[in-house]
């Protein structure tokens, strides 16, 4: 894995996170915070709408908000979801469903035009998947998705991946794989990557916090704008779980052992901001 980039300076090996929250108060107003949701901010449950973020966390992001150009949550739930379990956070902009929705500030959720005309075929798909799967399955109907939950029944994980990526074929829906999920998606070209990609053209530095394969592509992102420009300072931070923490981790600068651990790390990160 490269080195970080600081500019002129080289980071200790492993990264040191007080050289790094350092590194990022020189450009503060230039840097974006970059939060994935489930496993990250918040820990996974086995019923995925029972979930709430971890103690610390909403009043770090609350606190952060201003000191920072952005913080953004980049997540595969829905942009509605995100408002309501984020407390009603101000100056946090909000992407659901991998970028298909976004919402800024606090505004109106914008979705992505291309994505539109698939709303049927989801619909129809939970549908089905309710019809076909076994019991212990539990499909997420997310209007512009459909995720697969095998969390309670993991012995059908490769039943219902089969089934999710045979389905996929046949309507010509990408596939996303994650922590006992497969998550079927519009053949939209959105990422969290490309999300990430588009909102650091102009920023002077950026964390992203993740915890599932998906988050590697947000990490490559930031990769590629510091190759890109030398200025640019990015760090990336892996969630530890028992699912991906090892992929995920490997390509990070930084790991944390679980969104409550993220609570104390950035509370532990104002002071070197403010």
Sequence with gaps: MPPLNLGNQQPKTPLDAEHAWRATAARAAHTVLFFDFDGTLAPVD???TA???????????????????????VSARPVDFLRDHLGGLAGIDLYGLYGLEHSHSGGETVTEPAALPWVPTMSELADLARAELPAGTLVEFKRL????HWRTAPGLGPQVEQWGRAQAERLGLKVQAGRMVLELKPPVDRDKGLVIGEIVRDAGGAWYFGDDVSDIKAFAALRARAAADPDFFGV????ANPETGHEVADAADLTLDSPAALGDFLTRALPHLT
């Design 46 to 48: 086995d019923d995925p």
């Design 51 to 73: 979930v709430q973020p971890a103690p610390k966390v909403l009043a770090a992001l609350e606190a952060l908000a201003p000191v920072v150009q952005r913080v953004a949550i």
């Design 145 to 148: 998705s459909v995720a697969l």
């Design 236 to 239: 990336c931070v892996a969630v």
